[in-house]
Nanobody, 119 residues
Framework: QAQLVESGGGSVQAGGSLKLSCVTS????????KAWYRRAPGKEYEMVAS????????KYGDSVKGRFTISLDNAKMMVYLEMQSLRSDDTATYYC????????????WGQGTQVTVSS
């Protein structure tokens, strides 16, 4: 089992930056991929960024490419999301997620942290 807890959300003006953090406690050896998702009011969940724990391969959603950066600190069991050039349409609840090796879906989710971008 793994437990995920996000932090770092808040309110920021358009053009500003925020850094989200997620600690993934529990047995991290079974986790092969970590990711950030978001959900805006009235919209579906959207994959923001993901990173493979082993080789570090990263993927980004089209709407955040070039503005957001996902990173890991495996020793601290942390995954981060650095967000720059924030826009009002980045406003959402951001969730940290982790996928067990050998599975295809993200099995573990945090409670979410709110990011609000004002124009």
């Amino acid at each position: 089992q793994a437990q995920l807890v996000e932090s770092g959300g808040g309110s920021v003006q358009a053009g500003g930056s925020l850094k989200l953090s997620c600690v993934t406690s529990g047995d991290n050896t079974v986790l092969c991929e970590k990711a950030w998702y978001r959900r805006a009011p009235g919209k579906e969940y959207e994959m923001v960024a993901s990173i493979m724990v082993g080789e570090g391969t990263m993927k980004y959603g089209d709407s955040v490419k070039g503005r957001f950066t996902i990173s890991l600190d495996n020793a601290k069991m942390m995954v981060y999301l650095e967000m720059q050039s924030l826009r009002s349409d980045d406003t959402a609840t951001y969730y940290c997620a982790a996928r067990r090796c050998g599975t295809t879906l993200f099995n573990y989710w945090g409670q979410g942290t709110q990011v609000t971008v004002s124009s």
